[in-house]
């Protein structure tokens, strides 16, 4: 029983040290991006690590989660394939979130559709199921919602930006409300397939990551 007992004790002290590492890294390049994006003369070489910037925070959140396995590896691919498939109807017929194009800050493309993106909604759908997961909310269907009205909000945040820095481009350069409510019906459905996984509790980095998404999109909105 004393041998059981130290494991847990060793496993739950290295998973907080994990969790605090994962932290530390989320905010810290969350801050020196904000000061990057900022710096004339160098918000070139910020928009140009953009892509890795993306890569690094997948392999932190993925690095911070409770009890990694199989199960977990299917749905951050199944989220990626989603994200970038719904990416890809957008972009060719305009049925989803209207009519767009990408620009060169997102990196390589498929089709004319980052890699990247998929990586991007994986990182937003688990945060927003992990920080819904450890709120007092206990319905799932509203946890769902609320879930999903936040990333329709962060997505409010992030358009202006992501027009200005060259992540993507709105024919006529028009926001179609048609985007929001694809964003909101298209999260919720991710948000639904994170709730039928039944991941078991998970750390505070990623609802961490979400709050920083905000502070990030809002900063530079404000500057630029």
Known sequence: MEGSEDLNTQLSTGSVKTERI????II?????GIIGF??????TVFLDIVPWHLLLMAAVIIRSHNRPDAKFGLFALLLFMLGFS?????VHTGWLFGSYTYGKTLGIKLF???????????????ATGVLMQRSRVKNVYARILVGALLLVLLDILIEPVAIH??????????????N?????????????IFEKFKFPPQSK????????????????????
Not at 22 to 25: C, K, P, Q
Not at 28 to 32: A, D, G, S
Not at 165 to 178: E, L, M, R, S, V
């Open 112 to 126: 004319n559709v980052p890699l990247m993106i998929g990586v991007n909604w994986f990182l937003l759908i688990y």
């Open 180 to 192: 929001y409510f694809c964003w909101f019906a298209v999260s919720g459905l991710m948000l639904f």
């Open 28 to 32: 810290l390049f969350h801050t020196v």
């Open 205 to 224: 980095a990623a609802p961490v990551l979400l709050l920083m998404e905000f502070v990030f999109f809002m900063i530079l909105g404000l500057v630029n």
């Open 165 to 178: 820095f060259d992540y993507w481009h709105w024919t006529g350069d028009a926001i179609p409300i048609k």
């Open 38 to 43: 900022n710096l004339p003369g160098i918000d």
């Open 86 to 90: 719904a990416e890809l109807i957008g």
């Open 22 to 25: 994962a932290i530390i890294i």
